[in-house]
């Protein structure tokens, strides 16, 4: 085995809260209140839905082949040679993400708190923390993120409560205003989001009870989407859907509005705190899959002397994918969705599906 | 031996990283905003001042230190608002540190000429932050921040309490973006002005008596879009916050029922404004329900209190006042200023979003001339400390 890590149930939920929240909290608000105005938080029922979907094939898709992670089975459906040109892609994906996450990680650091510092220096210190946990194996970063999600989500709760007296609820009217194509192009870029929980499909072979994988999946996709619904209605409330829709991190200015008795206030080091903490997590779970994908891949015994050359590759390109920040946020609200939707989280699971069900490979789904 | 390597490794690389932050901020490197005020120059081009903390006249209490002023005011012009702070830095020897700054005023100029072009800065940059108080200055607003406080330490400070008093119509930097970017909405905010405040007592024997000028909220700026329209004076200004629904504070002067030529004055309690946007399909028009409760508080005249004829009558008073304040803004607001300053398009696009499509591009021209119904309830509910009046029976 690769990987020796097994991991509970609710270990599991935890990972995968943290592999979507953090960074959505931050940055989903602004791109749906743009499309679908104030009628965002419906675009996020409706990605919830449809990750809910997503995390139903992805898991009956890999409970088929018990202990195979998406890289093993994927060649035991489609034959050797396609087999692992499609996994190439997988790997290739989540370097693609994980980069892109390093970035978006480095952007709103410098952006919001330390303009003069080189964005590679803030992503070299992240993307080491990272490598050093993913060498640690699975384990290791879900018991570290057994101690930060219960912090973030107490974070974001007691935020929540602290800026009720900004909130404003008739900003949600009217509903449906211009109807339902809005919301369902807004809900593109949440269902990819969120959509991230098809790495159920790397996870299910170390888990300890792999049966419980349908309902970890459910349960992380149910707490992700109440969270991005429940940031997503203030964010209207407080600033209105246009204010939101022009703010790069929604989520930063409605904690900056926090003032309480002419005393708390300025609280945005909680809000780097969820951020830092947060996109550790995330960054170290698609890490690790493009680590032990790619040693999968190559047959290796061990995927740790990849970690390191991996990291390089992350941290050079997470640098030259996007000039700035502009580019950044231009490329994800227009065609991160479409793309890794249509691709990796919906078109190559039903594809496989498909096959594995007409050639009978596999058992059948737990 | 290995693993004593990789220790001292570990501290040489720790040492280089840890000694310090990159962009770190420290206190005594900072020149502190407390107050900005941005003008229009009669050459089109942006005068920025600032108010910056003198640190050593916080610190302490000191009486010795009473007389050494507080602030540092300075000015410059330049294209833009950063590149006048650019020529600012030139001769300030601190960073320039905006993320503690109470207020933002606008001059007059700037304002009536497009009002966008001035504060984009204030919304982009990171330091700045949403909840400083956004005014517009009677004049120019280098003049304000030149200002000094009495009770205060600062003129900033100063003003910033006034408006976190909400005595009159005052917004934060956040409540003016959003009005200023919602369509069936006109920006408003606070109006400062320099007046005489009062007089300060000079030290017995040895100086005069000084009057003093200061700061004062004394209405509100009113704007159609982006461009300053006019200003609504103390009294309008009243009638603009029960239009509004804003939390209010503040006494309502009747003339006595009894006695004619003599006033009663009631503290406002709590007040509540339900706005209604009525459509039939030809005409738009609004019912505004406006509720009021105060106690009375102070009385010239003898009226009978405990007499439930003469509270009815103190009531129907008390609702006349609101009423005619609330006309009085609205007349302006319409005749004057053909601008929707209530946020009565934002309430008609709520109810009838089908409708407000096709009219939302000439809402402020509607705005004017629709007609507005008002039903005024007003409470008297407590009395002060005194049941009975004071004076003896005839």
């Known amino acids: ?366 | 031996m290995k693993k004593v390597l990789a220790f001292l490794a570990l501290l040489v690389i720790g040492a280089g990283i840890m000694s310090g932050c990159w962009s770190r901020k420290e206190l005594n490197e900072l020149a502190i905003v407390l107050g900005v005020g941005v003008d229009r120059t009669p050459d089109d081009q942006v005068q920025l001042t600032l108010q910056l903390a003198r640190p050593s006249a916080f610190v302490g209490g000191g009486e010795a230190r009473g007389r050494e002023p507080a602030t540092w005011v300075v000015s410059e012009t330049g294209k833009t608002v950063l590149d006048a702070q650019r020529k600012l830095a030139l001769r300030i020897s601190r960073n320039i540190y905006w993320s503690h700054c109470v207020i933002a005023v606008v001059g007059e100029d700037a304002a009536r000429s497009g009002i966008r072009r001035y504060i984009s800065f204030f919304a982009q940059a990171p330091q700045p932050r949403e909840t400083m108080w956004f005014l517009v200055a009677r004049g120019k607003a280098g003049d304000i921040l030149e200002s000094r406080s009495i009770l205060e330490k600062t003129s900033a400070q100063d003003i910033g309490f006034l408006a976190r008093a909400r005595t009159g119509y005052s917004v934060n930097f956040k409540d003016f973006l959003v009005m200023l970017a919602t369509k069936g909405s006109n920006p408003i905010a606070a109006r400062v002005e320099i007046i005489g405040r009062g007089v300060v007592p000079g030290a017995p024997a040895m100086e005069k008596s000084v009057e003093e000028e200061g700061p004062a909220l004394t209405g509100t700026a009113v704007f159609r879009g982006e461009t300053l329209a006019g200003w609504l004076d103390e009294s309008e200004t009243r009638g603009l916050l029960w239009l509004r629904g804003e939390v209010l504070k503040g006494i309502i002067s009747i003339p006595s029922p009894a006695e004619p030529g003599k006033e009663m004055s009631i503290d406002i309690i709590r007040g509540r404004t339900i706005v209604k946007p009525r459509y039939d399909g030809e005409s738009v028009w609004f019912d505004v329900e406006i509720i009021v409760e105060g106690d009375l508080l102070e009385q010239q005249s003898k009226d009978e209190l405990p007499e439930r004829e003469a509270l009815e009558a103190i009531e129907r008073a008390m609702a006349g006042e609101v009423e005619k304040k609330a006309r009085l803004a609205l007349e302006k607001a319409q005749a004057e200023f053909g601008a929707d300053l209530f946020d009565f398009g934002v309430a008609f696009h709520r109810k009838y979003p089908k409708k407000w499509k096709e009219i939302k591009d000439r809402w402020n021209e509607l705005f004017a001339g629709a007609e507005v119904r008002f039903s005024v309830e007003a409470h008297l509910r407590r009395s002060g400390l005194i049941a009975k009046r004071l004076t003896p029976r005839e």
């Not at chain 1, 939101?244 to 705190?273: C, K, V």
């Open chain 1, 1 to 366: 085995m690769l990987e020796g890590g097994r991991i509970g149930a609710r270990q599991a939920v935890f990972l995968m809260v943290s592999m979507v929240l953090p960074t959505a909290f931050l940055f989903v608000a602004s791109v749906t209140s743009h499309l679908a105005r104030q009628d965002g938080w419906i675009s996020i029922l409706l990605a919830t839905l449809a990750a809910l979907l997503i995390a139903r094939l992805a898991v009956s898709l890999s409970l088929r082949f018990p202990g195979k992670t998406l890289f093993q089975f994927t060649e035991e459906i489609l034959g050797r040679w396609p087999g692992k040109a499609v996994t190439l892609l997988y790997i290739w994906w989540y370097i693609h993400m994980n980069a892109e996450i390093v970035r978006q990680f480095g952007s709103f650091v410098v952006s919001a708190f330390m303009p003069e510092t080189p964005i590679i220096f803030i992503e070299l210190l992240i993307t080491a923390i990272a490598a050093y946990a993913v060498r640690n194996g699975l384990e290791v970063f879900t018991r570290v993120n057994e101690i930060v999600l219960p912090l973030i989500l107490g974070s974001v709760v007691i935020i929540i409560f602290l800026v009720t007296p900004e909130m404003n609820m008739k900003n949600l009217l009217p509903v449906f205003e211009y109807g339902a194509v809005p919301v369902i192009k807004g809900a593109v870029m949440p269902a990819a989001w969120m959509g991230e929980i098809v790495t159920m499909a790397v996870l299910i072979p170390y888990l300890s009870r792999a049966e419980e994988a349908h309902r970890i999946a459910a349960a992380a996709t149910l707490i992700t989407g109440f969270f991005l619904a429940v940031t997503q209605v203030i964010d209207i409330a407080i600033f209105g859907p246009e204010i939101t829709a022009g703010w790069l991190f929604p989520a930063l200015n409605e904690i900056r509005m926090i003032h309480l008795a002419n005393y708390l206030e300025r609280l945005e080091a909680i809000q780097m705190g969820i951020w830092v903490a947060g996109g550790l997590v995330k960054i170290c779970v698609f890490y690790w899959a493009a680590a032990l994908g790619s040693a999968q891949w190559l047959e290796l015994k061990d995927y740790k002397p990849l970690v390191l050359p991996l990291g390089a590759i992350l941290l050079a390109m997470s640098i030259t994918l996007h000039d700035s920040i502009l580019d950044l946020f231009d490329f994800l609200g227009r065609y991160w969705g479409p793309y890794a939707l249509t691709i990796f989280i919906a078109g190559i699971p039903l594809l496989l599906l498909a096959v594995a069900a007409a050639r009978g490979r596999g058992g059948s789904p737990g």
